[in-house]
């Protein structure tokens, strides 16, 4: 079977120092002492992205509103996300630590309509329109399934994410792409949205920056900060490959379980083959999904043991609300994950079969390539061998041992 070789890429590492420091300084610049006062109730808004600095960020906030003397809570904000139920969306931020946080999680699926824009209602989770106060916090970057000037971030979070079930298929069935920024409106029109945590991260999944926004200004500064996001957002540098190998998929990486910023996006919404991947093989479901392989049927090979940790039920829900209905098709699946490779590389010479493994969609820092990409990957100066070839290793069980560099080279 074909050997691979580690490569580095130069990605950005633009990264805040002190990311708790980062969030004090924001909130105190946007006044929060003067939008909050004692023993107001405020809901934080939280998301069920993996973001590697979210429960950070999450208890700086908490911490400055209870040295104000307000009394914050948290809110799952992710619309039908963990399974489309109150107990699987508290599940989902107990797993991110928010429990440790010392504030109530209040999670529930029922929806209040606090208004509509052109005959769309728009739905808002009860907890949190019952609040005096309400601070959204999620990461700012490309949305999976369209482009506009607000995609997936504080906008995203306080209509799809705090609409819940009821308002994220609302939302998606008119058109996502204009039906948050219309819906926003609405919120932060009528709701009391004291200010928004942004945090956009850099090609190392780290906190690049996080801007705190005031209410009143989110609508028109977010759409700077998604610019540069997808600005710092890494790729896979090559145009068409036969093969790319993903170890893992989950609802912690991308909505979408694969980001298709990524693996082209042609595979969610059709178009050209830009990039040109002609097989995608997906080895495993990461745990913090619970089961929910929203994206799965991005993929077009997956072994038995991803098979075998989908909750189809969390996975219709999911994909149903969202309208995405070919995200929870069935790739091939099988036995062992040398059988996904070998028939990803079917009919393919190892000598030339263009071949890259990467471990999810947000860890592109390091990628291992087949020696056939390894003269084009020497032009590229963001490029840089790390490594020897490998041979592919497996478990008893046909299982990938995900590879390491075990030898750095200058």
């Keep these: 079977m074909i050997q691979l070789v580690p490569v580095r890429q130069a990605v950005s590492d633009q990264q805040v120092e002190n990311v708790s420091a980062a969030v004090w300084n924001g909130l105190n610049a946007v006044g929060l002492s003067e939008r909050i006062r004692p023993g107001m109730r ?3 808004a939280v998301g069920s992205r993996g973001i590697s600095c979210y429960a950070e960020v999450v208890q700086a906030v908490v911490e400055s509103l209870q040295a104000i003397g307000a009394e914050p809570f948290l809110v799952p904000a992710m619309g039908s996300h963990g399974g489309g139920t109150a107990e699987g969306q508290h599940a989902v931020l107990v797993d991110y ?3 440790e946080l010392g504030v109530p999680i209040l999670s529930s699926l029922e929806v209040v309509k606090i208004g509509e824009t052109d005959g769309m209602p728009v739905y808002w989770d009860r907890h949190a329109a019952e609040a005096d106060a309400v ?8 949305h999976t399934a369209f482009r506009a000037d607000r995609e997936s971030g504080l906008c995203k979070i306080m209509t799809i994410g705090l609409g819940k079930r009821k308002g994220a298929a609302t939302l998606h069935a008119n ?6 920024p219309r819906a926003a409106e609405v919120v932060l029109a009528k709701m009391p949205v004291a200010a928004g945590v ?13 801007a705190v926004l005031a209410g009143d200004r989110i609508f028109e500064e977010e759409p700077s900060l998604l610019r540069l996001a997808k600005s710092l957002q890494p790729s896979i540098p090559f145009e068409n490959l036969d093969l790319l190998v993903v170890q893992e998929m989950g609802k912690n990486i991308s909505g979408t379980g694969m980001d298709t910023n990524i693996i082209g996006m042609w595979r969610r919404n059709g178009g050209p083959r830009e990039p040109d991947f002609r097989v995608v093989a997906v080895l ?5 999904s619970h089961g929910n392989a929203s994206g799965v049927g991005l993929a077009d090979l997956i072994p038995e043991r991803l098979r075998s940790k989908i909750d189809w039920d969390a996975t219709y829900t999911n994909c149903l609300t969202a309208g995405n209905f070919s995200a929870a098709k069935q790739p091939v699946a099988l036995p062992t994950d040398r059988e996904v490779i070998a028939t990803g590389l079917m009919g393919k010479d190892s000598a030339d079969a263009r071949v890259v493994w990467i471990r999810n969609t947000l860890e592109l820092d390091t990628l291992w390539l087949s020696p056939a990409l390894l003269e084009e990957a020497e032009k590229r100066p963001s490029l840089n061998q790390i490594g020897p070839a490998q041979d592919l290793r497996f478990d008893g069980e046909g299982a990938l041992r995900a590879p390491t560099a075990e030898k750095i080279v200058s």
């Design 97 to 99: 630590g928010m429990a």
């Design 42 to 44: 405020v809901a934080v």
């Design 284 to 288: 495993d479901l990461t745990s913090e």
């Design 198 to 210: 942004a945090i956009v991260e850099n090609g190392r999944h780290a906190a690049a920056e996080i």
């Design 175 to 180: 058109d996502a792409a204009t039906a948050i």
């Design 135 to 142: 601070i959204p916090v999620n990461r700012v970057k490309a």
